[in-house]
């Protein structure tokens, strides 16, 4: 046998990927070893603010003592049953998820992308089983510049060339319209439709917020058309945008909400496809499955995240703290700043492009303590813990000036 010597420092480490890793990420040149709350920390000991959270994974921040807890004693007793018997933790979850979003059902899965998936297999078989689509025929409406993950059939909506160039063939049966343009959404349903797929706010695009009454009117369209509303709540719900869910910034109830990323408080991946009961209970035994869907241990863990949720405290944080980074950004605006869209504690902002990509202002920050990412161009994303303090966000903009202050 040989050994192989471990390399330490961030450098040896990023070098000891690049032969192995699959080069399906660009990630900023920072090497993390722990964290905790709103911070992290690299193998040198550098401290770095995290203004991204995990793309809103981490919504409760790093190792959330609740969320850590909750997972220990769940490891210490039971982790994984597969639904081919019942778990003793599933009911409860199920239950009090149903309740928080508002919907009568839940289908419990991993990844954000199985849940798009699942909703995409639930609509289709509603649109045959319930309104009587013939088979087959069934469409689904979603949105240009859309992101819903990164699965053949989700790549076959999507309208980033990146995503998709060399992974067909594709799967038919969508329809794409401009997001935010209700005309167009109006033409592309017909009687075959059996659901609109949207993102409350578009968040790979750049945190892209509709009009007020967008939301509102897909609800009245789909309403009429007698189609679904699925709403991809897996980056804006759970806090994120200072509700529970994006869509009640319009008093919407869609009939479908789909959930992850901070639904495992950033420890396990858990997601859900939460629904009416008429459109869940399509499925029936053998017709859809996870083996790790539901497990014990992501129950668990999505059991004491909603335990966070229910008292209302981070939607309201997020509220309040979502007017500071409003003001700090408004404050940038003309000085590196063109433009921004926030809400809650999420903002995509578009700098000036003669100071840099939205890479270079990211990898500048990087190298002054913060983190973020670009999304596209020279946007960069802001999407902080929601327990950060009014002072870290206040610090954090305080060098995003700085940054923008020293040029390109
Ligand atoms: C709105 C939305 N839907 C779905 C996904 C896919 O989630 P996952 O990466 O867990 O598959 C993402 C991930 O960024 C997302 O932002």
């Known amino acids: 046998m040989t050994s192989v010597a471990h390399p330490r420092s961030s450098a040896e ?203 509102a009117g897909v609800r009245e369209l789909t309403r009429r058309a007698g189609c679904l509303f699925v709403a991809d709540e897996i980056q804006s719900g759970l806090g994120r945008t200072g509700r529970t869910l994006a869509v009640e910034h319009e008093s919407v109830v869609p009939d479908v909400v789909l959930l992850g990323k901070a639904l495992g408080g950033g420890i396990v991946p858990v997601s859900a496809v939460v629904a009416r009961r008429e459109v869940l209970q399509v499925l029936h035994p053998g017709e859809h499955g996870s083996t790790f869907g539901g497990n014990p241990l992501a129950a668990a863990v999505g059991t004491a995240v909603l335990d966070l949720l229910e008292t209302g405290e981070f939607q309201r944080r997020a509220a309040e703290l979502g007017v500071v980074l409003r003001g700090g950004l408004e404050s940038l605006v003309g000085k590196g700043v063109v433009r921004f869209r926030a809400r809650g504690l999420w903002a995509g902002v578009d700098i000036d492009p003669s100071l840099g990509t939205g890479r270079d202002i990211s990898e500048r920050l990087m190298r002054e303590g913060i983190l973020v990412k670009d999304t596209h161009g020279s946007t960069i994303r802001l999407a902080p813990p929601l327990t950060i303090t009014a002072d870290e966000l206040q610090g954090a903009l305080g060098t995003l000036e700085k940054v923008l202050a020293q040029g390109a």
Do not use: C
């Open 13 to 215: 480490l990023i070098g000891a990927e690049e032969p192995v890793l699959a080069h399906n990420y660009h990630p900023l040149p920072v090497v993390v070893a722990r964290a905790e709350g709103t911070w992290v920390e690299d193998v040198e000991g550098r401290r770095y603010l995290d203004m991204l959270a995990g793309y809103s994974a981490l919504n409760f921040g790093h190792r959330h003592p609740a969320l850590i807890e909750a997972a220990h004693r769940q490891l210490d007793r039971l982790t994984l049953t597969s639904r081919a018997f019942h778990n003793d933790r599933l009911a409860e979850f199920a239950e009090r998820l149903a309740a928080l979003i508002g919907l009568d059902m839940v289908l419990p899965m991993n990844t954000g992308a199985e849940a798009v998936e699942s909703a995409v297999k639930v609509a289709r078989k509603w649109a045959y089983d319930v309104k009587g689509v013939p088979d087959g025929r069934a469409t689904i409406v979603v949105a240009a510049d859309n992101f819903h993950g990164r699965t053949t059939t989700i790549v076959s909506f999507s309208t980033d060339d990146v995503a998709r160039t060399g992974f067909g063939p594709f799967t038919p049966g969508f329809r794409i319209v401009p997001y935010n343009d209700l005309a167009a959404m109006e033409a592309a349903i017909d009687e075959t439709t059996a659901a609109v797929l949207i993102e409350p706010i578009q968040g790979e695009a750049g945190v892209n917020i509709p009009d007020d009454g967008y939301l």
